[in-house]
């Protein structure tokens, strides 16, 4: 597909930078004309597990107050990520597919990596607004939390930006990667799987009772997610090390994102 830059002598000059600032302005403007269903849609589930375990199991006394000074972590981490990874994929896959509405972006007088950075940037926002949404009402449903901090909250900040620039980098890799027709299969065979061995339910260091499946969620980026939230917002709790989950986030953010911008070139030129 060629490129609109260029096209016309006499064009004025935009910078790339300006133009970065006008797709996202457009992409804010869009979410928050669809704010109650983009909220809705990112933070019902979140929720709903939230009441079930956070508040519905413990009134039972069923599960003992630690569980959910171990949860709450484990529910912010599903709901920025999650929400990160859709913001990216599911747009692009309908973009890339019988809409081809990713044209439109491509004709903006910018490199094609340039729109890529874009929907990325726009993905971390959708996953930071849904995060910061779903906290307070988490701790409403659950009520006092034993162990739970502001104390490191620049800490809690960084963990909630690279988680969501992980999993949105890691939506424009997947978007790209995936044929419209099997979108399902990121449903079934990606996401599902991710939410329960991400050790969002549990802490990552209560599998050192089954060694093998410990070692085999490190696969997973969410556990890193899940476990730099625990060792932030209740650092009283068996957790990760931060040492090891920060780097581990930021090492996933620098790969898909990389490897996320050159499938998308290829995919946009192909």
Same mark, same amino acid.
């Given at each position: 597909?060629?490129?609109?830059?260029?096209?016309?002598?006499?064009?004025?000059?935009?910078?790339?930078?300006?133009? !970065?600032?006008?797709?996202?302005?457009?992409?804010?403007?869009?979410?928050?004309?669809?704010?109650?269903?983009? !909220?809705?849609?990112?933070?019902?589930?979140?929720?709903?597990?939230?009441?079930?375990?956070?508040?519905? !199991?413990?009134?039972?006394? /069923?599960?003992?107050? @630690?569980?959910?000074?171990? %949860?709450?972590?484990?529910?912010?981490?599903?709901?920025?990520?999650?929400?990160?990874?859709?913001?990216?994929?599911?747009?692009?896959?309908?973009?890339?597919?019988?809409?081809?509405?990713?044209?439109?972006?491509? /004709?903006?007088?910018?490199?094609?990596?340039?729109?890529?950075?874009?929907?990325? %940037?726009?993905?971390?926002?959708?996953?930071? %607004?849904?995060?910061?949404?779903?906290?307070? /009402?988490?701790?409403?449903?659950?009520?006092?939390?034993?162990?739970?901090?502001?104390?490191?909250?620049?800490?809690?900040?960084?963990? @909630?930006?690279?988680?969501?620039?992980?999993?949105?980098?890691?939506?424009?890799?997947?978007?790209?990667?995936?044929?419209?027709?099997?979108?399902?299969?990121? @449903?079934?065979?990606?996401?599902?799987?991710?939410?329960?061995?991400?050790?969002?339910?549990?802490?990552?260091?209560?599998?050192?009772?089954?060694?093998?499946?410990?070692?085999?969620? /490190?696969?997973?980026? !969410?556990?890193?997610?899940?476990?730099?939230?625990?060792?932030?917002?209740?650092?009283?709790?068996?957790?990760?090390?931060? &040492?090891?989950?920060?780097?581990?986030?930021?090492?996933?953010?620098?790969?898909?994102?990389?490897?996320?911008? &050159?499938?998308?070139?290829?995919?946009?030129?192909?």
């Amino acid at each position: 597909m060629s490129h609109a830059a260029g096209s016309s002598a006499t064009a004025p000059r935009v910078s790339a930078l300006r133009v !970065l600032l006008a797709l996202l302005a457009r992409d804010a403007r869009v979410t928050r004309r669809n704010l109650p269903a983009f !909220l809705i849609r990112t933070s019902l589930q979140p929720i709903l597990f939230t009441t079930v375990f956070g508040f519905l !199991l413990p009134s039972m006394g /069923l599960v003992q107050g @630690f569980y959910v000074s171990s %949860l709450l972590p484990g529910i912010l981490a599903l709901s920025l990520t999650i929400a990160s990874l859709q913001a990216v994929t599911l747009p692009l896959v309908a973009d890339f597919g019988l809409g081809g509405e990713i044209e439109d972006r491509l /004709l903006a007088p910018v490199p094609i990596e340039l729109v890529a950075h874009q929907k990325i %940037l726009s993905g971390i926002a959708q996953g930071v %607004l849904t995060g910061l949404f779903v906290m307070p /009402l988490a701790r409403l449903i659950m009520g006092p939390i034993p162990g739970l901090t502001l104390d490191h909250f620049a800490a809690v900040v960084l963990v @909630f930006v690279l988680g969501a620039a992980a999993f949105s980098a890691l939506g424009l890799l997947l978007g790209t990667a995936i044929p419209p027709a099997q979108i399902g299969l990121l @449903f079934s065979a990606i996401i599902g799987p991710m939410m329960f061995f991400g050790c969002a339910y549990y802490p990552w260091t209560g599998l050192d009772r089954v060694p093998m499946m410990q070692i085999a969620v /490190l696969a997973n980026p !969410l556990v890193y997610v899940s476990e730099g939230l625990r060792g932030t917002l209740t650092p009283d709790m068996p957790h990760m090390s931060l &040492r090891a989950s920060i780097p581990a986030l930021a090492g996933i953010t620098a790969v898909c994102w990389t490897l996320g911008i &050159r499938m998308f070139a290829r995919r946009a030129t192909g």
